[in-house]
């Protein structure tokens, strides 16, 4: 059985970085498809990033293109969320999770997920 457990998360003051990551147990990743998504209070769950096995061809939200980098250290069955430049909106409990497809970007196409780990920024 496939294990994610997300860590890294934190308080941080606006304007600061982040390094989320995401080990994987149980089974390797490496052949396939990993992403992030976040849910802030109140709010449903939405799409961050997702990266192919191979890590080549990244895809972001819109939203966080240029701030937000998704990397992978296959050798370490890991997967990274860089977070720069943090604003307030970005406070919410980031999941990690493994696709089931070619880049997926939603939630269907993920089929396990990890706990969360909560990022709290602070204006």
């Known amino acids: 059985q496939l294990q994610l457990v997300e860590s890294g998360g934190g308080l941080v003051q606006a304007g600061n970085s982040l390094r989320l990551s995401c080990a994987a147990s149980g089974r390797n990743i490496s052949s396939f498809s990993m992403g992030w998504f976040r849910q802030a209070p109140g709010k449903e769950r939405e799409f961050v990033a997702s990266?192919?096995?191979?890590?080549?061809?990244?895809v972001y939200a819109n939203s966080l293109k240029g701030r937000f980098t998704i990397s992978r250290d296959n050798a370490k069955n890991t997967v990274y969320l860089q977070m720069n430049s943090l604003k307030s909106e970005d406070t919410a409990v980031y999941y990690c999770a493994r696709g089931r497809q070619f880049l997926p970007r939603d939630s269907a196409e993920f089929d396990y997920w990890g706990q969360g780990t909560q990022v709290t920024v602070s204006s």
């Open positions: 990266i192919t096995w191979s890590g080549a061809t990244p």
